[in-house]
């Protein structure tokens, strides 16, 4: 895939996942090595929240699978998993990870708001901080569904407008609003492991977008650290006592009728 062919901050966005390792290897291998489902830079686990539906025999696309070991997480219990991702070297990660775990499910190298793959071939789509903050909502939420067979569910993460709307230029967040909500869209940063861009809406926004695409709201999950948590090895914009008390994270459940 060419940069060409890619919208200007999906091209940025796979040069900074290709370039920028960020630990990705260990961060990677110790997913894979993890049996239970866990969310987001705490590790919420998926028993307490429970919002993924039965999984055995379904039909999985990951949009944004990074490393996928959330693909992995899922083709474990049965479900037949397909993990997109814009970054080949995402994905040779991935693979390595697929040899040494000996745990095979089809990769494949595309922008997760246009798949190669046919309409309603899915039971599930799933983001845990891949399309959900990495691509266009406007773009590759109506791709989603385009995905999703009728009465299938879309869950994913992202940080939380609050975080969002509490955090600097430097993607640390603090106790009070520093940026405002009005206009909140995208969002380019630049620092010392390259340039990329991020995609945030408020809560009305998301609501009104994710029903005018044709989806029905079943839950919004805000997730505080669990108690015993600690701070992610390498993404450390938010700490342990700020996501104890407000939410960091929030999980959307969405089905196509």
């Known amino acids: 895939m060419k940069p060409s062919e890619l919208p200007d901050y999906a091209a940025r966005n796979r040069a900074f996942w290709s370039a920028d390792d960020r630990n990705q290897e260990e961060w990677g291998r110790r997913q894979w090595t993890t049996e239970e489902i866990r969310w987001g830079v705490f590790g919420v686990s998926e028993d307490d929240i429970q919002v993924l539906p039965g999984l055995y025999g379904t039909d999985v696309i990951d949009l944004g699978c990074g490393t996928a070991y959330f693909s992995a997480w ?7 998993v397909v993990g997109v991702d814009v970054s080949l070297v995402q994905l040779e990660r991935a693979r390595a990870f697929q040899r040494e775990f000996e745990l095979e499910f089809p990769l494949i190298e595309a922008n997760a708001e246009a798949v190669p793959l046919p309409s309603a071939s899915f039971d599930l789509a799933i983001s845990e901080y891949g399309a959900s903050i990495w691509c266009d ?6 791709e989603a569904k385009r995905l999703l067979r009728p009465t299938g569910r879309l869950v994913f993460l992202r940080n939380s407008t609050l975080l969002v709307l509490c955090s600097d230029d430097q993607g640390q967040v603090g106790e009070k609003l520093v940026r405002p909500q009005a206009g909140l869209h995208r969002f380019d940063w630049a620092d010392n492991s390259g340039e990329s861009s991020e995609f945030h809406l408020s809560h009305g926004d998301w609501i009104d977008l994710l029903r005018e695409t044709g989806f029905e709201v079943e839950r919004l999950v805000e997730l505080y650290a669990p108690e015993g948590a600690s701070t992610h090895p390498y993404w450390d914009g938010v700490g342990v006592e700020w996501a104890s008390r407000w939410p960091a994270e929030e999980i959307w459940v969405v089905r196509k009728p």
């Open 74 to 80: 899922l083709a474990r219990r049965g479900a037949r």
């Open 137 to 142: 909502p406007y773009r590759w939420i109506p």
